[in-house]
């Protein structure tokens, strides 16, 4: 039964996300509402960003339709205890609600990077507040259990840093949704695996939600052709979301789901390109002495971009990293130690890392041949076009 009202919930996601999205298209093109076009965006025409205001509604909606309707209606029991897990969902939609207002604001009119980061740490501190947090290593650096005094502020602190990952990699069309999509996809399944169905419920609707929006986003309506931009309404609120997935797989607690030896690797799993690729990029803005929030051109995305891939295929690119290393984990925390598979990945990161720096340099430099040498022929045209025009206005 519970599988039915999940499939039922993505499926009325999916119907919700494809009808609200072209209402809030038609709103954001009268209202004159686009994301700015600026030397770091990759997107060259007006665009409204607006397309995240749809999210938050559809899960909360339906989440609690289904509560409803499981205890309500059907008489069902609900397979948890409740004074366990309920106040980890009230709060969780909570801090949705708390992000879902500074997004919108951010996306009309703007809000300092100060007042978000606040909102965020606000929202993060939901988390322990519901009971909910990081309190086993599971092995990792030879550490098991952790106290609430060090597990609580690692909570909050993985809580802003996937926020802000998420966030940051919304920068091609189809990036942000289909990372979150692919990480609730997986965890949605491992959840119900654990028969943990109400983190399923809640990973799928957002599923749900994503895939007309991901056709939108990329492909854009049929016949006009036209896309939409999550904005930071919907990232920060998607960052939330697998945050809050994510946290819940990893936390060591029988009322969410049985004991396993690779819970905190696993759940963390599809969060590695993005964690890693800001980590990276902060770690060289620092060096370089530069501001860390700063914005700039050096994400993964926008290296690809520089290798001469199209847009396109630089997204389905990551989302290949992003699925690979997901199944590269799930399999390996059966067979090996979770501290050798933290290793790998890092190895892998830092060689896959490393070669796409020096295709990006041999690309470079070959545009920058091809430039000098066709600098004379550029100029000779532009000459030729002078003179023509000059003899036309002589004439």
């Given at each position: 039964m519970y599988t039915l009202i999940i499939i039922t919930c993505f499926l009325l996601a999916m119907l919700l996300s494809r009808g609200m999205l072209p209402v809030i298209m038609l709103v954001t093109y009268k209202k004159r509402l686009f994301d700015p076009i600026n030397t770091r965006k990759v997107h060259q025409h007006i665009t409204p960003r607006l397309g995240g205001v749809a999210f938050v509604p559809i899960q909360c909606f339906l989440f609690v339709i289904a509560l409803v309707f499981v205890v309500k209606i059907a008489n069902m029991d609900i397979q948890v205890e409740s004074w366990?897990?309920?106040?980890?969902?009230?709060?969780?939609?909570?801090?949705?609600?708390?992000?879902?207002?500074?997004?919108?604001?951010?996306?009309?009119?703007?809000?300092?990077?100060?007042?978000?980061?606040?909102?965020?740490?606000?929202?993060?501190?939901?988390?322990?507040?519901?009971?909910?947090?990081?309190?086993?290593?599971?092995?990792?650096?030879?550490?098991?259990?952790?106290?609430?005094?060090?597990?609580?502020?690692?909570?909050?602190?993985?809580?802003?840093?996937?926020?802000n990952a998420i966030n940051l990699i919304d920068g091609l069309d189809g990036l942000c949704s289909g990372?979150?999509?692919?990480?609730?996809?997986?965890?949605?399944?491992?959840?119900?695996?654990?028969?943990?169905?109400?983190?399923?419920?809640?990973?799928?609707?957002?599923?749900?939600?994503?895939?007309?929006?991901?056709?939108?986003?990329?492909?854009?309506?049929?016949?006009?052709?036209?896309?939409?931009?999550?904005?930071?309404?919907?990232?920060?609120?998607?960052?939330?979301?697998?945050?809050f997935l994510a946290v819940s797989f990893a936390m060591n607690n029988i009322y969410i789901k049985s004991f396993s030896d690779g819970a905190i690797v696993v759940a963390f799993s599809t969060l590695i390109i993005p964690?890693?690729?800001?980590?990276?990029?902060?770690?060289?803005?620092?060096?370089?002495?530069?501001?860390?929030?700063?914005?700039?051109?050096?994400?993964?995305?926008?290296?690809?971009?520089?290798?001469?891939?199209?847009?396109?295929?630089?997204?389905l690119s990551i989302l290949g990293l992003v699925l690979f290393f997901c199944l590269f984990n799930i399999l390996m925390v059966d067979l090996i130690s979770n501290n050798i598979v933290i290793a790998c990945d890092l190895l892998l990161w830092v060689g896959l890392h490393y070669a796409f720096e020096k295709i990006e340099q041999r690309h470079v430099e070959k545009q920058n041949v091809e430039a000098r040498l066709t600098a004379p022929i550029q100029v000779y045209l532009r000459e030729r076009k002078e003179k023509h025009r000059e003899v036309l206005h002589t004439r």
């Open positions: 366990a897990l309920l106040s980890h969902f009230m709060l969780l939609l909570c801090g949705l609600g708390i992000l879902f207002m500074v997004g919108i604001a951010d996306d009309l009119i703007g809000v300092s990077y100060k007042w978000k980061f606040a909102a965020q740490v606000v929202a993060a501190a939901f988390f322990p507040l519901s009971g909910l947090w990081i309190n086993d290593l599971y092995g990792v650096g030879l550490i098991v259990s952790l106290p609430a005094w060090a597990g609580i502020p690692l909570t909050m602190f993985m809580v802003v840093l996937i926020i990372v979150v999509g692919m990480g609730c996809l997986v965890l949605g399944s491992l959840f119900i695996y654990y028969s943990a169905w109400w983190h399923a419920l809640f990973a799928f609707i957002t599923v749900g939600l994503l895939i007309p929006f991901f056709y939108f986003n990329v492909f854009g309506a049929t016949g006009r052709h036209r896309r939409i931009f999550m904005g930071d309404t919907g990232s920060m609120t998607l960052g939330y979301s697998i945050a964690v890693l690729d800001v980590a990276r990029v902060m770690f060289v803005r620092w060096r370089k002495g530069k501001p860390v929030f700063k914005p700039d051109r050096n994400h993964l995305h926008h290296k690809f971009l520089r290798m001469g891939m199209s847009h396109r295929i630089a997204m």
